[in-house]
């Protein structure tokens, strides 16, 4: 069964400093691979998304992501980060078929705080 | 703005009733998904339609049903209501052959007390 996991439920980072958030899936195939961003109140959108081909994809607001098949990894990293960018982050995978296409399976989340 | 909408933003009532979550996709797309955020659970999957057509299940109780019109947009209804029901219920729309592609709305934030 799909499954994700997002290890750290909590992370506090210094504006300007880099950021890594870690998610690791378990899925039978090679899955389609999703950050979402949830800011409070707010829906969740899509930072980025991987289907296939490069293994680095880039998505917005600067953030960039690594699908590592070895390690059934998709880390989310930004090389500085914003005070703006506080917020839940969620790493999901979906199935490329089958009876399941279409359902997002979600990890628990990461809560970023920045510091000014 | 990703082009979702949903009503009401927020909605309490009681145990043992029963209510109505409406859903509009973007324009032009086909498929609609509802997921429900709460803290025991996370983020679950619930249901998909497809122009008017249920096309998925998934951890979605008797107790709730949902339907889409023919103008595509959605509607999910929760019945006898359990505090446990209390949740975030978020819709998410994608258009077709991008099932994965989903965009999604602000959520409609349910307290059943």
């Known amino acids: 069964a799909q499954s994700v996991t997002q290890p750290d439920i909590h992370i506090t980072v210094s504006e300007g400093a880099s950021l890594e958030l870690r998610c690791n899936y378990s899925y039978g195939a090679t899955p389609y691979l999703f950050w979402y961003v949830q800011s409070p109140g707010q829906g969740l959108q899509l930072l980025l998304k991987?289907?296939?081909?490069?293994?680095l994809v880039q998505g917005i607001k600067g953030f960039e992501a690594e699908f590592k098949r070895s390690q059934s990894s998709f880390n989310l990293r930004k090389p500085s980060v914003h005070w703006s960018d506080a917020a839940e982050y969620f790493c999901a995978v979906g199935a490329q078929g089958g009876s399941t296409l279409g359902r997002l399976y979600f990890g628990r989340g990461t809560q970023l705080t920045v510091w000014p | 703005d990703s082009g979702v909408t949903q009503t009401p933003k927020h909605l309490i009532t009681a145990t043992g009733q029963r209510v109505t979550l409406r859903c509009s996709p973007r324009s032009g797309d086909l498929s609609v998904y509802w997921y429900q955020q709460s803290l025991d659970q996370g983020l679950q999957f619930l249901i998909q339609y497809y122009n008017g057509e249920e096309r998925a299940k998934g951890n979605i109780l008797e107790r709730f049903s949902a339907q889409q019109f023919p103008d595509l947009h959605s509607e999910l209804n929760l019945s006898s209501l359990e505090l446990g029901d209390s949740a975030l219920y978020f819709c998410a729309s994608s258009v077709e052959h991008r099932e994965n592609e989903q965009f999604f709305g602000p959520g409609t934030r349910l307290t059943v007390l």
């Open positions: 991987y289907f296939s081909g490069d293994t």
